[in-house]
């Protein structure tokens, strides 16, 4: 049971290039989301997932694209890289019915010059 | 639209006495769930607490205990007996709950971070 894991965990991109993140979770959980956290602040919510082939926008979801097409992966995609998207990013998945109980995955720091 | 707010953007403490990091939450939601994370420097978000906004008693873990002050609506987080591992950054988070499903969007506080003086 490997629980929340993300990939890559440092990336470096140019502006204007895309690239997608990925997340995967092995404990069966329907609710997936993918936050941001910036320096010095909270994370802030970018999309979710109750379940495959259902996905919805959160606080920020501008410049980013998610699917859903298995209960296991959560992929986040950045369309055109720019530096206000510098930031770690977080995954994170729980049951529906027990969301008081959510696993982070342990974030990828991006960098966009 | 849901809001926490953390005034305390630094907190010491010593070793083996308590502290209280405080959170205020803003809502308009009848159902819903306040939870607080650990944050250490290695990056890890670590789940400590939750509490339900229909519990009634304070939600406890450990040496964690949530005091929640429903008409202030407060949600305050004492570590018992300090820790020099518990130095690290402490984020409140609110969640919005509906139908009896806790839906697991989370909207967190700037957070606090705690530093453990032996």
């Known amino acids: 049971n490997a629980g929340v894991t993300q990939t890559p965990k440092f990336q470096v991109l140019k502006t204007g290039q895309s690239m997608t993140l990925q997340c995967a979770q092995d404990?069966?959980?329907?609710?997936m989301s993918w936050y941001r956290q910036d320096p010095g602040m909270g994370l802030r919510l970018i999309h979710y997932?109750?379940?495959?082939?259902?996905?919805d926008q959160g606080e920020v979801p501008n410049g980013y694209n998610v699917s859903r097409s298995t209960t296991e992966d959560f992929p986040l995609r950045l369309l055109s890289a720019a530096p206000s998207q510098t930031s770690v990013y977080f995954c994170?998945?729980?049951?529906?019915?027990?969301?008081?109980?959510?696993?982070f995955g342990p974030g990828t720091r991006l960098t966009v010059l | 639209a849901q809001k926490i707010t953390q005034t305390q953007p630094g907190m010491f403490v010593q070793e083996k006495e308590a502290v209280t990091l405080d959170c205020t939450y803003d809502?308009?939601?009848?159902?819903?769930?306040l939870f607080w994370y650990k944050q250490p420097s290695s990056g890890e978000m670590i789940f400590l607490i939750y509490?339900?906004?229909?519990?009634?008693q304070n939600a406890t873990e450990g040496r964690y205990s949530l005091n929640f002050q429903k008409a202030r609506k407060s949600a305050n987080l004492v570590i018992s007996a300090s820790q020099l591992g518990d130095s690290a950054m402490y984020f409140c988070?609110?969640?919005?709950?509906?139908?009896?499903?806790?839906?697991?969007?989370?909207?967190f506080g700037q957070g606090t971070i705690l530093t453990v003086h032996p």
């Open positions: 997932s109750v379940g495959a082939g259902i996905t």
């Open positions: 404990m069966n959980h329907e609710y």
């Open positions: 988070a609110m969640s919005y709950n509906a139908g009896g499903t806790s839906y697991g969007k989370l909207t």
């Open positions: 809502t308009s939601d009848q159902s819903y769930g």
């Open positions: 509490q339900g906004s229909y519990d009634e």
């Open positions: 994170a998945s729980s049951l529906l019915a027990a969301a008081n109980t959510q696993y």
